[in-house]
């Protein structure tokens, strides 16, 4: 029996849920609903569009309070906690430095930004600046040039709602994905095994590439980022170096270099906020226990191939051909 | 312009106008309403022009907003509470749904909201003002009769029930609450741009109006799922054709409503058509439907729906003699025929190409944006769903009001009767005639 598939547009990507079981007309409804649910977060936390709840907020917020609705304080409070727990590399306030750095729409070109600039950026990132009044319900920027963007946690965010919806349906056995870089699972697949998640080496375009790993998921969620993808490559020094759209919140630079991050937890935000801090610190370990289970895992492409530069790769982990020697954690 | 040829359609719009049955109004709200006859069309016309002109007017409302609740947390009603939270004026305080699962997001999308099971429970809370009825439109009545008798404001779904002497009762208990406030859920008549439209037309912008032609198109299963076997045959009370009014009733309705708006008339007759073409699975409502709502004055529109297809999606067109006008997504736009006269402003205003023809801009509110240093051509960044005008022109009346609604009782009646009339059409393939005095209360 064919599982249902539902496909759709949302956040600027492809989301795709899969759902197999015998009762194809509830399955599709309890799918639909919870793409309607994707497009109503979407709708309140598009950056890009100016009647958006989130547009309004950045548009109003340096001047006055501005009241939010249930779901922006949720998510803003999940961001303020994030922020915390990965020691400010996940911030949401980095959008001036995606502009300044070129890296603010799909169609600009990238720049490296000048030293001046990058100072001047300094003043205008910050969570910490961003006064969350769970009391009265409103959200304060204490600085001038504060703006939100939700584009790091947003999608993550959305899955888990979607979720929800589809474990309230009695939904036993689901696979979503946003972009195949987030991804979350209910249950095992059809054959009782949990869901494989392969993740592909974005650095190898051979037609014979195969998976880096499949990565294992009963009722959890992955988030992968890289470099690769909307990036672009400054040629201007003694060599050439590609900056990705994940940016250090400490020093408002660009992430370089051939980086790939994972984490996997029960929550795609928190892993979308995790693998996006990992991508700007690659050093630094994932404490297991500060929101649910967290594994995460950083990777440096060098020249005798993938290494791990923060995190390990669990033994349960699968790759088609020969893992390289990644260091290993205990299997728990 | 030729006055004399639009005669006969201005003053069927203008009777119209000054027919609405007014409300019993105190001595207090009488002194308030005097000032509100232009105010009601400028607070429903876009809150794009700041809020600040309103608030030199008398108005009890001394910044505490009112606390309201929405029974039926379904997607309409999901839609009603967002909108309920992103207006000053009112406090989600309650949100009631007698399916646990729907408290459960209830919880999870407006945690400052009371949850609350039984909608009595709700009426028998002083504090709570209003209600929004979003439940399944055969559930609206006892709940609006309940909540009328309560002493509560109401707003209530459109259609307002799935029989005649259901909406009837509804619309006649609005009609005998004389110092309540009776809102109908006909959404496009508090809608800024369909609001502009219609003043535009009323000009005589498009000339003599020929015909009118609406689609709703969106490829979805309209069902809703659950895990209990028996709250799913209850959520999916829309796909039994003994409980729901089909496409044409549950969603044209507010698209023929645009249309007998705009062409100031009430349908005479509606003939309809149908069939279950795709979604296969066990529902008696057509998943695809056609129509053709005739009115008095000749004119004729043009309707279809379909849970098959989300091309095109959804639109109204307006057609004149002189131009034809395009409504969709909150935007609209004229196509002007060769030999209509000039307007004289639209050689200013921006056009757009639509394959091979160009549409001239229709802006809400044009004028006045620019006067206050706005480009009107750009994005609104106030710009707000129809439901959220619908409730907002809501909140409005209950701070300067009560006055008579834009989509008061007499409209969600008459509403529901074309909408039940239509639906009866299409499922019985056949021209169902709507005599005159079944819109009489």
């Known amino acids: 029996m064919q599982p249902v598939r539902l496909a759709f547009r949302a956040m600027a990507t492809r989301f795709e849920f899969v759902l197999p079981g ?23 936390f598009n950056f890009y569009s100016p009647a958006s709840e989130l547009s309004r907020l950045n548009r109003d917020a340096a001047s006055a309070p ?50 001046e600039a990058l100072e001047a950026l300094t003043d205008r990132i910050g969570m910490e600046h961003v006064d969350i009044d769970e009391q009265q319900r409103s959200v304060r920027f204490t600085r001038e040039g504060i703006q939100l963007d939700l584009g790091g946690v947003a999608k993550g965010w959305a899955l ?81 170096t590609e900056y990705g ?21 029960d929550s795609a935000a928190v892993c979308d906020a995790w693998s996006t801090a990992l991508l700007a610190a690659p050093d630094k370990p994932v404490a297991d226990g500060v929101a649910g289970p967290i594994m995460g895992t950083a990777f440096l492409k060098t020249d005798s191939g993938w290494t791990v530069t923060a995190g390990s790769v669990h033994p349960s982990w699968t790759s088609p051909g020969a893992l390289p020697s990644f260091p290993t954690s205990s299997d728990d | 312009m030729d006055v004399t040829r639009r005669t006969p359609f201005l003053s069927d719009i203008i009777r119209r106008l000054t027919t609405v049955a007014p409300k019993h109004l105190s001595r207090r709200n009488f002194l308030k309403t005097g000032s509100l006859g232009t105010l009601a069309g400028v607070l429903a016309s876009g809150e794009r022009i700041p809020s600040a002109m309103a608030s030199a007017l008398e108005t009890d409302f001394n910044g505490n907003p009112f606390p309201c609740a929405v029974i039926g947390f379904g997607e309409w009603g999901r839609e009603i509470a967002a909108a309920v939270e992103d207006i000053e004026e009112l406090q989600l305080a ?46 609206h009545k006892d709940i609006v009769l309940d909540a009328l008798q309560a002493g509560k404001h109401v707003y209530c779904e459109a259609p307002l029930a799935n029989t005649i002497e259901d909406a009837r009762a509804i619309a006649q208990a609005g009609l005998a609450a004389q110092d309540q406030i009776f809102q109908a859920g006909v959404l496009y008549r508090t809608e800024p741009q369909y609001r502009s439209v219609f003043g535009f037309v009323r000009s005589g912008a498009i000339g003599r109006p020929a015909m009118t032609r609406s689609q709703w198109h969106q490829k979805t299963s309209w069902r809703r799922s659950s895990s209990s ?106 196509f002007k025929e060769v030999d209509a006269p000039m307007l004289g402003w639209e050689v200013y205003a921006r056009k757009d190409r639509f394959y091979k023809e160009t549409g001239i ?81």
């Open chain 2, 94 to 139: 309650a949100i009631c749904d007698n399916f646990p699962l729907m408290l459960r997001r209830a919880q999870r999308a407006h945690p400052q909201a009371a949850r609350i099971a039984d909608y009595r429970e709700v009426l028998d809370n002083p504090d709570i003002v209003a209600v929004f009825v979003a439940t399944a439109t055969h559930e």
């Open chain 1, 66 to 115: 501005v009241r939010c609705s249930g779901m922006m304080m949720r998510l803003l409070a999940a961001c303020r906690d994030l922020h915390r727990q990965t020691g400010g590399h996940f911030d949401p306030t980095v959008a001036p430095a995606l502009a300044a750095w070129g890296l603010r729409h799909q169609q600009d070109a990238g720049r490296v930004p000048s030293p």
């Open chain 1, 160 to 240: 888990d709602e979607a979720r929800l919806i589809l474990e309230e349906s009695g939904i036993e056995c689901a696979l979503l994905h946003g972009g195949t870089s987030a991804a979350v699972t209910i249950g095992t697949d059809p054959d009782g095994t949990p869901w494989k998640i392969g993740i592909e080496d974005p650095y190898d375009a051979s037609e014979t590439a195969s998976w880096l790993f499949a990565v294992p998921l009963e009722s959890g969620a992955l988030s992968v980022s890289g470099v690769r993808g909307k990036s672009f490559v400054d040629a201007s020094g003694e060599t050439q």
């Open chain 2, 229 to 334: 076997g028996e709250r799913a045959q209850a959520l999916n009370w829309r796909l039994d054709q003994d409980l729901s009014l089909g496409l044409i009733g549950e969603v044209g309705i507010q698209q023929i409503d645009v249309s007998s708006w705009i062409l100031g008339q009430k349908p005479k007759a509606v003939s309809g058509f149908g069939g279950i073409m795709h979604w296969n699975d066990g529902r008696t409502v057509k998943d695809t439907i056609q129509a053709m709502i005739e009115y008095p004055g000749g004119e004729n529109m043009m309707y279809d729906a379909t849970l098959v297809s989300g091309f095109d999606a959804a639109y109204d067109l307006l057609f004149g003699d002189d131009a034809t006008i395009i409504l969709r997504d909150g935007k609209a736009w004229m």
């Open chain 1, 22 to 44: 015998p009762d194809a007309p509830s399955l599709r409804a309890a799918g639909e609903e919870a793409m309607r649910e994707v497009k109503r977060i979407e709708d309140r």
């Open chain 2, 361 to 441: 801009a229709l802006l809400a509110n044009a004028t006045k944006l620019e006067a206050l240093g706005q480009d009107p051509a750009a994005d609104d960044p106030n710009a707000k769903p129809p439901i959220w005008h619908a409730l907002k022109a809501f909140a409005d009346n209950l701070i300067y009001g009560p006055f008579p609604a834009v989509a008061g009782p007499e409209l969600g009646y008459e509403s529901t009767v074309v909408a039940i009339k239509a639906n009866e059409a299409v499922q019985g393939g056949k021209r169902v005639e709507i005599p005159d005095d079944l819109y009489q209360l």
């Open chain 1, 245 to 265: 759209h994940v940016i250090n919140p400490r020093t408002g630079h660009a992430v370089s270099g051939p980086r790939l991050a994972l984490a996997v937890s």
